[in-house]
């Protein structure tokens, strides 16, 4: 039995479909995969099955003081090879003549573009003031590195490091592990732009940049043993004594570092006293002690005031008593007989000098 004939086209000069039969692969337009659906359909023969790009990714922004650089220079690099185009933005694919090679121009062209508009989008003010003159994904990638990386001539990105490092300054008003973790952070960037900074130097650094509330904690800290004395554990006490600050507090955490700002650096004052609330014994009021109470100095104040004025009251009331009016009264009962008793009465008056 012969095969039927595949049918006519209307179209002269085209070629009619093929029928597929078992075993032979369906025939393809491209080279390229046909995607349905988001995956890549799979291919035979010699055709490489290339993976799934996603159509978005969520990259992460460059701060303007490259705080977060290393992260993003990781994650805009898998982003590049993801999308096969890494080695337009390292330099490794040069342009191709478009005289000689108009397709791959055009495709090299395509991938410059893409990768531009993914840095763009990933930088921010600074950031993208800094590449304003650059034409290419290389000269992009290029002058981005030379300013936070720290290895351009500039070294723009050793001084904010320093800067982040040395010039930090911790305060009650705000949770203090994102602050200390600030100050490692920079410390281990500085190790990798070939400036070390030793342990010891980052442990005191950690205790000195304290709020004036924790001043107590700073003074034990720096006068302990050397030999235990780390930034891991000069963390540890920092965080173990806000914690035990917040456990003692009567409110949210929210409301411990409002007070905070507010308390002019009596934070601990406030939050401690020998592992109790401190309660006024004269108002009854949380947060002082009696000694310390304005209502009770107050009143003090007060009666004191008072007393003054009754007192010089009556300096004037007797200073004013005239001469003729002062005598001395004394009654004398006669001669008593053998048997009565005698009452003898006497009325003083005080008689002016």
């Not at 070629?15 to 988001?38: D, E, I, K, M, N």
């Not at 723009?156 to 490092?165: A, D, P, S, V």
């Not at 509330?213 to 963390?235: E, F, G, H, P, Q």
């Not at 004037?316 to 002062?326: E, F, I, L, V």
Request: proline letters at 6%; a positive charge.
């Amino acid at each position: 039995m012969s095969t039927p004939s595949a049918p006519a086209t209307g179209t002269t000069g085209t070629p009619a479909p093929q029928l597929a039969t078992p075993g032979t692969p369906a025939p393809q337009t491209s080279g390229t995969p046909v995607q349905t659906q988001g995956r890549s359909s799979p291919t035979t023969g010699n055709t490489s099955v290339k993976p799934f790009v996603p159509a978005k990714f969520d990259m992460p922004l460059l701060e303007d003081d490259g705080e977060n650089y290393d992260t993003w220079y990781v994650a805009l690099q898998l982003a590049f090879e993801n999308r096969d185009i890494w080695p337009v933005v390292n330099g490794t694919e040069l342009c191709p003549d478009q005289t000689t090679d108009s397709a791959g121009y055009s495709e090299w062209g395509f991938k410059d573009r893409k990768a531009r508009l993914m840095m763009i989008a990933a930088l921010k003010k600074v950031g993208q003031k800094c590449i304003y003159h650059a034409t290419s994904a290389k000269e992009y990638w290029d002058q981005i590195t030379t300013r936070y990386s720290g290895t351009g001539s500039g070294n723009e990105r050793t001084i904010t490091l320093l800067q982040q490092f040395f010039k930090a300054s911790f305060t009650d008003t705000k949770p203090l592990q994102p602050q200390i973790n600030k100050v490692i952070y920079a410390a281990q960037q500085l190790e990798t732009l070939s400036f070390p900074i030793i342990d010891r130097l980052l442990a005191f650094l950690l205790a000195i940049q304290l709020p004036d509330s924790y001043a107590m904690l700073c003074t034990i800290i720096t006068n302990s043993d050397t030999s235990k004395i780390t930034s891991r554990w000069v963390a540890d006490r920092i965080i173990g004594e806000e914690r035990h600050c917040l456990n003692n507090f009567e409110g949210n955490e929210a409301a411990f570092y409002t007070k905070a700002g507010k308390g002019k650096g009596k934070l601990l004052q406030i939050t401690q006293g020998k592992g109790e609330d401190l309660k006024c014994a004269h108002c009854k009021k949380k947060g002082h002690k009696k000694a310390d109470c304005c209502k009770l100095k107050k009143e003090k104040a007060e009666k004191e005031a008072a007393k003054n004025a009754t007192d010089s009251g009556n300096a004037n009331s007797t200073s004013s008593t005239s001469p003729s009016s002062a005598m001395a009264k004394i009654t004398v009962a006669s001669e008593p007989d053998n048997n009565s008793t005698v009452i003898q009465l006497f009325h003083a008056v005080a008689v002016p000098c």
